[in-house]
């Protein structure tokens, strides 16, 4: 086995240094106007679905849930087809909304375990990922709710 030269050989420290330093900037500029684009239309999209609603004769507020559900199914269904991924690349964190984002995630779990089983694979491990967002989503609701009922 050859020596290395001495000028390559360098430490942990000296190594990280030399890396951080070489390191291209992100394109931070680029990134927000991407995540703010792609946010905006989820939301114009979300919009029009419950516009649709409410021309089938809903009003707004009930209007409110199947629009909500439309946007989880739609995500859930790309992340299926795997197109949600790509999506992500380049829509960024635009399209990590909480409700797509939230979908995504239930959805990645469910299709990674498949192969286990409906019981063991997807039925338990579906909300490995999201199952401490419900958690603490219900008892924020409940500790806000108490907290509105009292004042």
């Known amino acids: 086995m050859p020596a290395v030269p001495e000028e390559?050989?360098?430490?942990?420290?000296?190594?990280?240094?030399?890396?951080?330093?070489?390191?291209?900037?992100?394109?931070l500029v680029?990134?927000?106007?991407?995540?703010?684009?792609?946010?905006?239309?989820?939301?114009?999209?979300?919009?029009?679905?419950?516009?649709?609603f409410i021309a089938l004769g809903l009003n707004p507020e009930d209007?409110?849930?199947?629009?909500v559900a439309a946007v989880i199914l739609l995500a859930s269904l790309?992340?299926?087809l795997?197109?949600?991924?790509?999506?992500?690349?380049?829509?960024?964190?635009?399209?990590?909304?909480p409700v797509t984002g939230f979908a995504n995630s239930v959805t990645s779990a469910a299709l990674e375990f498949k192969k286990e089983g409906l019981v063991l694979g997807i039925?338990?491990?579906?909300?490995?990922l999201?199952?401490?967002?419900?958690?603490f989503g219900v008892i924020t609701a409940f500790v806000v709710g108490?907290?509105?009922?009292?004042f």
């Open 146 to 150: 108490l907290i509105s009922a009292i």
């Open 123 to 128: 039925g338990s491990r579906m909300f490995s």
């Open 78 to 80: 790309l992340t299926g």
């Open 8 to 27: 390559l050989n360098i430490g942990y420290e000296e190594y990280r240094e030399l890396a951080e330093r070489e390191k291209p900037a992100p394109p």
């Open 82 to 97: 795997g197109l949600f991924d790509r999506l992500a690349r380049f829509a960024g964190a635009g399209l990590a909304v």
């Open 63 to 67: 209007a409110a849930n199947p629009t």
């Open 130 to 135: 999201a199952g401490t967002v419900i958690l």
């Open 30 to 52: 680029r990134n927000a106007l991407t995540a703010f684009i792609s946010g905006g239309a989820i939301c114009v999209l979300g919009q029009a679905i419950q516009n649709g």
